[in-house]
């Protein structure tokens, strides 16, 4: 059987389509969405992500609780924030949960000082992909808390950070951890119904 041409040394025994060529299990294991940039259908990747949730299992890190009023109060919000997460990875398909991290770290800083009076802009640290995400979600924010149409509610300064907390908290909980991770982006692709051409269309669906 022929040697793996990431380590040279083992078989290869699986296909790798990131890499077009076979390398042996225990790179792909160890590689998997570190160097390796796995498309979201590898069959590899998906066992690998099972796998890895198997030993994560310890108790996650104390997270906030959300209970289903401040679901259902903010249940449009969150989907319109939702949406455009997918509408930025469709547009940069480098998106990595990584960046939607960075960008939600900044855009809840940025958030609280606006909660607080002192309108203060933090941006995200991590590279143009983060920033490209923050800059859509924090248009959309500004969009939400203008006066909206008739029986509409704008959004409220003091309700962004939770909104925002809400997302922080289920990417978290549905990320893998490794640097190149995309399992939140495709889990939040499995629940979300099919993207809409624009989403900076009706923004607060009751
Ligand atoms: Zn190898």
Known sequence: MAKCPLCSRRSAKRHCPAKGVKICPTCCGTHREVEIEC??????????????????RSPPPPQR????????????????LAQAILSEREDTPSLYDNDVRDAFEALKATAKTRASGVYYETLPEGGAASMGLY??????????????????????????????????VSLELHSGGRPKSRQYLDWLSSIAPAPTPDDQGGLIVP
């Open 65 to 80: 609780e959300f209970g289903p009023q401040f679901r259902h109060r903010h249940a449009g919000v969150i989907a319109v």
């Open 135 to 168: 800059r859509r979600i924090q248009g959309l924010i500004d969009r939400m808390m203008e006066p909206q149409g008739p029986g509409r509610d704008a959004l409220r300064a003091g309700d962004v950070p939770d909104v925002l907390d809400f997302i922080s």
């Open 39 to 56: 498309p979201s259908d590898c069959t590899y990747l998906r066992a690998g992500r099972t796998y890895d949730e198997g030993r994560r």
